[in-house]
């Protein structure tokens, strides 16, 4: 029915994804509802897998939070106009991860009152070193989301297409890959391995700057 709550992922949420907002949500995906569900089912899965990667003990919660707030910004009228809907979505789970990291360094602070100087000290110096570590993810992550913006519209579906899939549809998914652009699927591998670099070496040349 509309209007009806989807069910709640178990974390602490300022909005829950009602069934309009989720209808909303699968349209922009694809106007085919099959569809449409496929690549939802796609996407949450890349979301699964971003936070697991990034250390997240409840990554498919966090993902699901991602999709809520991506379903909020639709109902408030924003619209998916990337070439692959994940990098919207990508944009958004960003911003959870930061979150998360912030979340994380609050449930790990100790009262420091009644310990030793040098235990305060080390304590300090452990904090601090994992504030810079904090920092430095998140500067590669802007400048992930950065670089992948700035690839030409081709390389972008390429890149993208390439990874998509697990075991045998992944395979299967570059073999079609391949004929479709009548490409061998060695030649195929070089250009996915060639725009891998480039992206791997505009992400580095972005961290350092941001470094310095």
Not at 10 to 35: C, H, I, S, Y
């Amino acid at each position: 029915m509309d209007g009806a709550p989807i069910p709640d992922t178990g974390l602490k949420k300022d909005w829950v994804v009602t069934q309009a907002a989720f209808d909303r949500l699968l349209a922009q995906l694809d106007p085919d509802r099959r569809r449409a569900g496929e690549r939802y089912e796609q996407i949450r899965q890349k979301l699964t897998k971003f936070f697991q990667w990034r250390g997240c003990a409840t990554p498919e919660e966090y993902a699901d939070r991602t999709i809520d707030r991506v379903a909020r910004r639709i109902g408030e009228g924003a619209e998916i106009h990337a070439h692959d809907a994940y990098l919207f979505f990508h944009g958004v789970a960003i911003n959870v991860l930061r979150e998360h990291w912030k979340e994380a360094q609050k449930a790990q602070l100790k009262p420091l009152d009644d310990l030793p100087a040098s235990q305060t000290a080390a304590i300090a110096s452990e904090s601090g070193e994992a504030e810079s570590e904090r920092v430095e993810q998140e500067h590669r992550l802007e400048c992930l989301d950065g670089c992948v913006q700035r690839l030409p519209a081709q390389q972008l579906i390429l890149i993208t297409q390439y990874h998509q899939g697990e075991g045998g549809a992944k395979i299967a998914r570059r073999n079609e890959l391949a004929k479709q652009l009548n490409i061998p699927l060695n030649a195929l591998r070089i250009r996915a391995f060639r725009i891998r670099g480039e992206l791997e070496s505009c992400v580095s040349d972005c961290a350092r700057r941001k470094a310095g």
